[in-house]
């Protein structure tokens, strides 16, 4: 031990921070409205799912053995494909039994060739579970309702989403002319048709 001691005094410094009582008092409301926000946006995605059950319901399968004999024709396996009058753009949902609508106006316009390369784009969200994804991204869009860059990357995420089922298309089926000119015929069909759903 040494012969001396060492002292060493040290001061603490406190730092006094200024409430601010104006905001320190809108913080329960604050919490209040985040709240009933995510309530209400919760309310509004099982509004969707209801949505999707009833367009279900009351779509037409009664030539879906004919969509499958013709995807089988590329070796693809069944999937259920239905035809709505309640829709103007194809629309797929469900992840452990996935549905696949058309709505009857491309139907009419449209080619049997056109409209198998519309069935494949649709096949590729469902290989790539994109349903599954979606719902995941739709909860965290509710917890981060407020959030503004959530917005930007949900749409993002959206676009690339559609990229991704087109290269999947192409990739898997080559003849990349053929199905961009029936992407384009159903733009065409679909923005004579106002369809709010229109096809990215």
Same mark, same amino acid.
């Given at each position: 031990?040494?012969?001396?001691?060492?002292?060493?005094?040290?001061?603490?410094?406190?730092?006094? !921070?200024?409430?601010? %009582?104006?905001? @320190? /008092?809108?913080?329960?409301?604050?919490?209040?409205?985040?709240?009933?926000?995510?309530? !209400?946006?919760?309310?509004?995605?099982?509004?969707?799912?209801?949505?999707?059950?009833? !367009?279900? *319901?009351?779509?037409?399968?009664?030539?879906?053995?004919?969509?499958?004999?013709?995807?089988?024709?590329?070796?693809?396996?069944?999937?259920?494909?239905?035809?709505?009058?309640?829709? *103007?753009?194809?629309?797929?949902?469900?992840?452990?039994?996935?549905?696949?609508?058309?709505?009857?106006?491309?139907? /009419?316009?449209? %080619?049997?060739?056109?409209?198998?390369?519309?069935?494949?784009?649709?096949?590729?969200?469902?290989?790539?579970?994109?349903? @599954?994804? *979606?719902?995941?991204?739709?909860?965290?869009?509710?917890?981060?309702?407020?959030?503004?860059?959530?917005?930007?990357?949900?749409?993002?995420?959206?676009?690339?989403?559609?990229?991704?089922?087109?290269?999947?298309?192409?990739?898997?089926?080559?003849?990349?002319?053929?199905?961009?000119?029936?992407?384009? *015929?159903?733009?065409?069909?679909? /923005? %004579?048709?106002?369809?709010?759903?229109?096809?990215?």
């Amino acid at each position: 031990f040494p012969s001396h001691d060492i002292v060493g005094s040290y001061k603490i410094t406190t730092i006094q !921070l200024s409430n601010n %009582t104006f905001w @320190m /008092n809108l913080i329960p409301y604050i919490g209040v409205i985040y709240l009933i926000s995510i309530l !209400l946006y919760s309310i509004y995605l099982l509004m969707e799912f209801k949505q999707l059950h009833n !367009l279900k *319901q009351s779509a037409s399968f009664e030539q879906n053995q004919f969509w499958n004999q013709e995807l089988s024709k590329i070796g693809l396996n069944n999937f259920q494909i239905g035809q709505s009058n309640k829709i *103007q753009s194809p629309i797929t949902f469900g992840w452990m039994d996935a549905v696949i609508l058309l709505p009857f106006s491309i139907l /009419n316009h449209l %080619t049997i060739e056109e409209v198998k390369f519309i069935l494949l784009h649709e096949v590729a969200h469902i290989v790539r579970n994109d349903f @599954m994804i *979606q719902v995941i991204i739709k909860l965290a869009h509710t917890v981060l309702l407020f959030n503004p860059f959530s917005y930007f990357f949900v749409k993002e995420i959206n676009t690339q989403r559609e990229l991704a089922c087109d290269e999947w298309v192409v990739n898997q089926f080559g003849n990349s002319l053929s199905y961009t000119k029936s992407l384009y *015929q159903l733009a065409l069909v679909a /923005n %004579t048709e106002n369809s709010p759903l229109l096809l990215n």
